[in-house]
């Protein structure tokens, strides 16, 4: 049983994200006497679409299909294709097997990674995020997880004033910008209130469009 809210950092206009924010940002995590577990890492793989066939158009092929691993579930991966609203868990082997395929290639990793705290039946997990290709600091992330429930619906009212009391924290330090928290709309996925994994691959990818927008302005 668990549920996660998924927060990225929103930086003000005309700022940047750096780790001195990371820094501060972690801190704010230990000054609620939360206790330091071990490292976290997470990673994404957006896919090119590579047909062996060169005549078949790439049209034919989704171009917008990103691989997830988690951590907390190693034997798994998922693919989630945003412009078809799909979303799938597989085997790891998957990854293996489709790079000998070659139907498509790896374009670009994205890597999440950071340190794990627990307090009371609350895991959080914060950290930056990064691309393989310039190891450059991209943007922070939080995972907020809340051990006892797994009902979207029932665990809202709880994750809404965890998340109130942690803005309020942050807001002491007066860094340049907010913590945002993605509504994701399950329902758009067939995924129902019970909480999966399949639910943060959701709210990773919904993340990472955001990221990028944010870059492209």
């Not at 590579?50 to 034997?75: A, V």
């Not at 329902?187 to 955001?210: E, F, I, P, R």
Request: charged share 20%.
């Amino acid at each position: 049983m668990t549920i996660k809210w998924l927060l990225y950092w929103q930086p003000n206009s005309g700022t940047a994200v750096n780790s001195q924010i990371l820094t501060e940002v972690s801190q704010c995590v230990e000054s609620i006497n939360a206790t330091k577990g071990g490292r976290w890492k997470s990673s994404l793989t957006y896919y090119r679409p590579q047909p062996k066939d060169q005549s078949m158009p790439l049209t034919d092929c989704p171009r917008d299909l990103m691989g997830i691993s988690l951590q907390e579930q190693p034997n798994k991966f998922y693919f989630i294709i945003r412009s078809q609203q799909i979303v799938l868990e597989a085997d790891s082997m998957l990854q293996m097997i489709m790079e000998k395929l070659q139907s498509y290639r790896s374009r670009a990793l994205v890597s999440f990674e950071g340190f794990l705290y627990h307090l009371g039946d609350f895991q959080l997990r914060v950290g930056k995020v990064v691309t393989t290709q310039a190891d450059n600091l991209r943007g922070i992330v939080m995972e907020v997880e809340y051990l006892p429930i797994s009902s979207i619906d029932k665990s809202r009212q709880i994750l809404e004033e965890f998340f109130d009391m942690w803005q309020e924290i942050v807001s002491k330090k007066s860094l340049p910008g907010i913590f945002t928290h993605i509504e994701a709309n399950y329902a758009d996925y067939g995924l129902l209130d019970h909480y999966t994994s399949q639910h943060t691959v959701v709210q990773y990818a919904a993340m990472m469009n955001q990221l990028l927008a944010t870059v492209r302005t």
